[in-house]
């Protein structure tokens, strides 16, 4: 293992966060107040409780995924992309670097860059609701997991956008509709019978019900298999990389 060349690779991916702090943290956090404020104190002091949850602690789980996954998906994709728009890829290819610790570079960098946000983001909620974590750990691993997970799945983006718009296509048009009808602002156990099936198709449900079973121990489907899709998708993620590597998929042409 090349310890070098993965930190290279992760310290260069680190000192671009620092080096735009206000679109890499400081933007989506004031974005998430703006929910909290809108949807937390506005909206949610006329609702009731959901599974004797205040609403505005109900939906910090779901707020903080929708953050993970955006960013992730973005630290990721923009992260690989660049070298490929500016042809230092080819660089990076013929260096003494493996597959694997390109990706561990790429990858970690991008999953450690949304594992701080999503701290961030859960510190400042602490100013708009008090709230409680019943699991602490799997809380933590939950926001690891599916921070890593994202950033696989960003890099796959990465690779294959042809264009700095089809890197905004997959989050925007895909990601942020589905994390919206996932159950970041309600539980689907509140949807006609109809729609909760519906619902179990969205991967981000199960995301968002893990997310929120380690901090209220409520969920809407059971936290072993919100932990097994979360490794499924992975999985499938990184079958993605290892073929896009083996085959030279957009990166040898």
């Not at 696989?152 to 983006?157: E, L, P």
């Not at 589905?178 to 909760?196: K, N, V």
Request: glycine letters at 8%; aromatic letters at 16%; hydrophobic letters at 55%.
């Amino acid at each position: 293992m090349n310890f070098y060349g993965v930190k290279a690779i992760y310290n260069f991916e680190m000192s671009r966060m620092r080096r735009t702090l206000m679109q890499s943290v400081l933007s989506p956090v004031i974005s998430t107040c703006l929910y909290f404020v809108v949807f937390g104190s506005a909206i949610g002091s006329r609702m009731g409780n959901i599974d004797n949850i205040e609403y505005a602690a109900y939906i910090i789980p779901g707020l903080v995924m929708l953050s993970l996954l955006m960013q992730s998906i973005s630290n990721a994709s923009f992260g690989i992309y660049m070298p490929k728009f500016s042809g230092t890829i080819y660089e990076v290819l013929s260096a003494p670097v493996s597959y694997v610790e390109i990706v561990l570079g790429y990858v970690g960098a991008a999953a450690t860059k949304s594992v701080i946000l999503g701290l961030i983001i859960l510190l400042t909620a602490r100013l708009f609701v008090d709230y409680s974590v019943l699991h602490p750990f799997w809380m933590l691993s939950f926001l690891a997991l599916t921070a890593v997970t994202f950033s696989m799945f960003g890099f796959i983006i990465g690779i294959w956008a042809d264009g700095f718009e089809k890197l905004q296509i997959v989050p925007m048009m895909i990601v942020t509709p589905l994390t919206f009808l996932g159950g970041t602002f309600y539980s689907i156990d509140m949807l006609p019978e109809i729609w909760q099936t519906i619902s179990l198709f969205n991967p981000v449900v199960y995301l968002i019900s893990g997310f929120r079973w380690a901090f209220y121990g409520v969920s809407d489907v059971h936290v072993g298999i919100s932990v097994g899709m979360t490794l499924l998708f992975l999985a499938a993620c990184m079958a993605g990389i290892w073929w896009i590597f083996k085959t030279g998929y957009r990166l040898r042409s």
